[in-house]
């Protein structure tokens, strides 16, 4: 058994040998410490190449369509985050980071990581790219720019004829992708795969 220490607590623990599936959590805090993922790095890899396909209808296509006094307007992701720039810099900033910088660098350091230990390459500029990854998995907001659009469209419903575009579906398909990614990622067995692969 291996010892690890919780980042949350800093208990430190043993760790036994855990199933495809289960994760072992702290004994004080109760939060997750060590998971064994049902996909491995060539599995992981397969669902990044698949979000980054998605990616660009996702933030390119029409979300929805607003129809008001005889004019139908369209407008996506990032329209709807630039539309912000002149009256709320700083939200407009938020949102466009956290909803498409955040989100796209995420995918692609894991994608790279994936794809490093998959073909069993290991170029010295790994580690930071893991380093970054796990800060960006605190950045990347989906879905909660997803709920916020929901609201939006709940509110809007009454005033004006809402139309969902193909960019709120490809939208949603990115999501639960994302959401698909990071419940197998574990950052913390690509560093145990760099360190003894």
């Known amino acids: ?3 690890i220490i919780c980042h949350h607590c800093d208990m430190v623990s043993k760790v036994p040998k855990l199933k495809a599936g289960y994760a072992a959590k702290c004994i004080r805090c109760g939060r997750v410490i060590a998971k064994n993922s049902l996909c491995d790095p060539s599995g992981i890899l397969a669902l990044c190449i ?3 396909i998605l990616l660009i209808p996702a933030f390119y296509f029409p979300l929805i369509s607003i129809h008001l006094l005889g004019i139908t307007e369209g407008a996506n992701l990032l329209q709807g985050a630039l539309m912000m720039t002149s009256n709320a810099p700083i939200v407009s900033f938020v949102v466009l980071f956290c909803a498409v910088i955040a989100p796209t660098l995420l995918i692609l350091t894991i994608t790279f990581s994936s794809a ?19 800060i960006l998995i605190h950045w990347s907001m989906l879905e909660v720019y997803m ?6 469209i709940f509110k809007l419903m009454t005033y004006a004829d809402l139309y969902l575009g193909a960019g709120f579906y490809f939208f949603g398909a990115l999501l639960m992708l994302n959401m698909t990614i990071l419940s197998n990622y574990n950052n913390h067995d ?3 795969r760099y360190i003894h692969g």
């Open 116 to 134: 490093c230990l998959t073909f069993n390459y290991h170029p010295p500029y790994l580690p930071k790219i893991l380093k970054i990854t796990r």
């Open 147 to 152: 709920v916020s659009l929901m609201v939006a």
């Open 190 to 192: 690509y560093w145990e």
């Open 1 to 3: 058994m291996k010892t």
């Open 50 to 52: 698949a979000a980054l």
